[in-house]
């Protein structure tokens, strides 16, 4: 009788784990988490949690299916310095382009562009207000040049079936927007991408609007 054999394990098999394993380990160091913390956020987004929820990153997963108070708070902590060491690189990248964007075009306004991602209409809370207005809108510059004239900081969105630049830059010249404000970014010109018919707010444009415990109301 011939014993039965277990299958031969090639060598790829072998470097293709070994791949797998360093490569977790790198990810988990990245996060500030253990092997054991890392296995278990990969099993957690293998579930229910990973479902409803497929794009949560390791901290908020960990996070949220806490077992103690002491496993909360180290989440929360290792949370909260990524945050702090994400938006220092966002902020010192943003201030390398502002640099960038002078050396280059020291007398163009710009304008930025829409988010990033297909389809992505969202509104980032900045505290500040932000303006909608159409380009054939005489209440629209009348408020915009009043909003100026205050001194008011603000995001102003142009919403149009166009995305050209000039277009937005040419209404920006013809209302009086001061080139020194959108350069400093007191002021900010964006293409609108769907945003203001994503509030499903009411009225006709112009409009003011601001985030308050969360949600956007017309000011």
């Not at 009043?146 to 969105?157: A, C, I, M, N, V």
């Not at 920006?172 to 001061?178: D, E, F, K, L």
Request: glycine share 8%; net charge neutral.
């Amino acid at each position: 009788m011939v014993s039965a054999q277990p299958p031969a394990i090639s060598t790829s098999q072998v470097t293709q784990t070994q791949l797998e394993k360093s490569r977790d380990t790198r990810l988990a160091r990245d996060w500030g988490l253990r092997s054991d913390e890392w296995t278990r956020y990969r099993e957690l987004m293998e579930g229910p949690l990973g479902i409803y929820s497929p794009n949560l990153d390791p901290l908020t997963a960990l996070g949220i299916e806490t077992r103690s108070d002491d496993e909360r708070r180290r989440y929360a902590d290792l949370q909260v310095q990524a945050e702090a060491q994400r938006v220092e690189k966002l902020l010192n990248y943003q201030r390398a382009y502002d640099a960038a964007w002078q050396r280059r075009y020291p007398g163009v306004l710009r304008v930025n562009l829409p988010d990033a991602m297909p389809g992505s209409v969202s509104l980032t809370g900045s505290g500040r207000p932000a303006v909608f207005v159409r380009d054939d809108c005489h209440a629209c510059d009348q408020m915009v040049q009043r909003l100026q004239e205050s001194g008011t900081e603000f995001d102003l969105y142009m919403v149009s079936d166009h995305t050209d630049d000039a277009r937005i830059r040419d209404w920006a010249r013809g209302t009086g927007i001061n080139p020194a404000k959108v350069r400093s970014g007191a002021i900010t010109l964006n293409h609108d991408a769907g945003r203001w018919q994503s509030l499903g707010l009411a009225g006709d444009l112009p409009a003011i609007v601001r985030q308050v415990d969360g949600q956007w109301q017309r000011q």
